[in-house]
């Protein structure tokens, strides 16, 4: 069974920074890019980052670009999202996802972390 | 940026009829090279993850219900639910992955009358 399971979020300052991790299981890790969509009442969803399997290609959003750095290991079946210089409208829920293999959507969810950017 | 339109907001169906769900893109996201439609349609289920239903406009995931269905090309698709079940309640979001970022609609809340 797939498992995605964030963790790494909580209430954090204005300009500070959060890394959020998210733990993967129940798949061949290395096989699959994956990616950081997060969720607010008010925004909805919206796609923050993707990285394929090597590091090789990855994307932002131009709202977090350079403020936040997607990264993965996969010896540790693991995926990263650091943040740095956050803001108020950084806070969300944030979901780690799997991508598809042929199509960029997203077939496997985590349960979400929460970030809320406040002071 | 494409951004995808929901129509309505919100709907109330009542146990066994249809639902039907729209959505809208700014620009095609019809792929002449192959001819596929860059759309996808997700429900979330109250305190769950999105749930992937169909791709490609029109292909169920594995283990998704027949009575879901997609429709449309190039800015104009539908999801159609054929018979509402009760644990049909949920928001609907549609997705285009046809460039990056890729963006969503905003949703379509789904309730029984």
């Known amino acids: 069974e797939v498992q995605l399971v964030e963790s790494g979020g909580g209430l954090v300052q204005p300009g500070r920074s959060l890394r959020l991790s998210c733990a993967a299981s129940g798949f061949t890790f290395d096989d699959y890019a994956m990616h950081w969509v997060r969720q607010t009442p008010g925004k909805g969803l919206e796609w923050v980052s993707s990285?394929?399997?090597?590091?090789?290609?990855?994307g932002y959003v131009d709202s977090v670009k350079g403020r936040f750095t997607i990264s993965r290991d996969n010896a540790k079946n693991s995926l990263y999202l650091q943040m740095n210089s956050l803001r108020a409208e950084d806070t969300a829920l944030y979901y780690c996802?799997?991508?598809?293999?042929?199509?960029?959507?997203?077939?496997?969810w985590g349960q979400g972390t929460l970030v809320t950017v406040s002071s | 940026d494409i951004v995808m339109t929901q129509s309505p907001d919100s709907l109330a169906v009542s146990l066994g009829e249809r639902a039907t769900i729209n959505c809208k893109s700014s620009q095609t996201v019809l792929y002449s090279s192959n001819n596929k439609n860059y759309l996808a349609w997700y429900q979330q289920k109250p305190g769950q993850p999105p749930k992937l239903l169909i791709y490609w406009a029109s292909t169920r995931e594995s283990g998704v219900p027949d009575r879901f269905s997609g429709s449309g090309s190039g800015t104009d698709f539908t999801l159609t639910i054929s018979s509402l079940q009760a644990e049909d309640v949920a928001v609907y979001f549609c997705?285009?992955?046809?460039?990056?970022?890729?963006?969503f609609g905003q949703g379509t809340k789904l309730e029984i009358k």
């Open positions: 997705q285009q992955y046809y460039n990056t970022p890729v963006t």
């Open positions: 996802a799997r991508e598809r293999v042929t199509a960029m959507v997203m077939d496997s």
């Open positions: 990285i394929n399997w090597n590091n090789g290609n990855i």
